[in-house]
């Protein structure tokens, strides 16, 4: 059964900004640090951001400044907020743990594409 959700991609201007979302369950939302990664076409999957249960936000150096990462733990729900998007962002995002990523766990993703 599916664990993690992504949407809110799409098709953004540089400069530009998106939010995306990710469902979990109760579960997940109530014990975890959650985290979000992003995998370009041909390229390896990396850290963008994890947030902690209290909500302290850690982010990859190429993103620091410019997104930011929170969660709903009522609403089940981890978001990451995108601003100043640059076309090097083009990705699929994932949620997933934010420690420790579960292989089996990683959902379709959502596209963000930043035009050049």
């Known amino acids: 059964q599916v664990q993690f959700v992504e949407s809110g991609g799409g098709l953004v201007q540089p400069g530009g900004s998106l939010r995306l979302s990710c469902a979990a369950s109760?579960?997940?939302?109530?014990?975890?640090?959650l985290g979000w990664y992003r995998q370009a076409p041909g390229k390896q999957r990396e850290f963008v951001a994890n947030i902690t249960l209290s909500g302290t936000g850690t982010y990859a150096d190429s993103v620091l400044g410019r997104f930011t990462i929170s969660r709903d733990n009522d609403k089940n729900t981890l978001y990451l907020q995108m601003n100043g998007l640059k076309p090097e962002d083009t990705a699929v995002y994932y949620c997933n743990f934010g420690k420790v990523p579960i292989a089996t766990y990683w959902g379709q993703g959502t596209q963000v594409t930043v035009s050049s």
């Open positions: 109760g579960t997940v939302f109530r014990f975890f640090v």
